[in-house]
């Protein structure tokens, strides 16, 4: 409850100070366009590494390993696209923060501390070709041990291996 107050009410009164105490000191016009360039920017730098990710994780999958750091930085990258969205320096700041490499590599170690303590549910999907063609085979993790199948099935799935049992 509280981080929703944070979001929803704080985050954005913090932004409007933020950009009104800017607006004084250079003048409304050229915050305006300050906030248009840095858009541009974070828009541009945001594509460049998002399709670098993406072809990390695609290498990684072609080598058969699990693309964990790769897919980490995919979901840091999509907050930083959710903050730049909205106009603020704030939000930028902490989109550029997240886009740039090296200053994400922080806070994919947090992120990856908090998934290895098991604070967040967990999602498991695999696709499986058989002789009728592509099939998704899916299950939902809701908390630790429980496992929940999603695809209306009533064959068992083997959830460590994600083949379907005879």
Excluded: C, H
């Amino acid at each position: 409850m509280l981080w929703l107050i944070l979001l929803f009410i704080v985050a954005p009164l913090a932004e409007l100070y933020v950009i009104i105490q800017v607006a004084s000191v250079i003048g409304g016009w050229e915050t305006i366009a300050l906030l248009i360039v840095e858009s541009a920017i974070g828009a541009w730098l945001l594509k460049r590494q998002g399709l670098a990710t993406l072809g990390k994780i695609s290498t990684a999958v072609s080598e058969g390993r699990v693309p964990s750091n790769e897919l980490l930085d995919g979901l840091l990258l999509l907050v930083a696209g959710a903050l730049m969205l909205a106009p603020g320096f704030i939000g930028d700041v902490l989109g550029f923060l997240l886009i740039i490499p090296f200053t994400r590599l922080p806070f994919r170690a947090l992120l990856r501390r908090r998934f290895q303590k098991g604070d967040y549910a967990g999602f498991f999907a695999a696709s499986t070709a058989g002789p009728g063609g592509a099939r998704f085979v899916g299950s939902f993790r809701a908390g630790r041990g429980s496992v929940f199948d999603t695809t209306g099935s009533s064959t068992p799935v083997d959830p460590p291996s994600g083949e379907l049992n005879p």
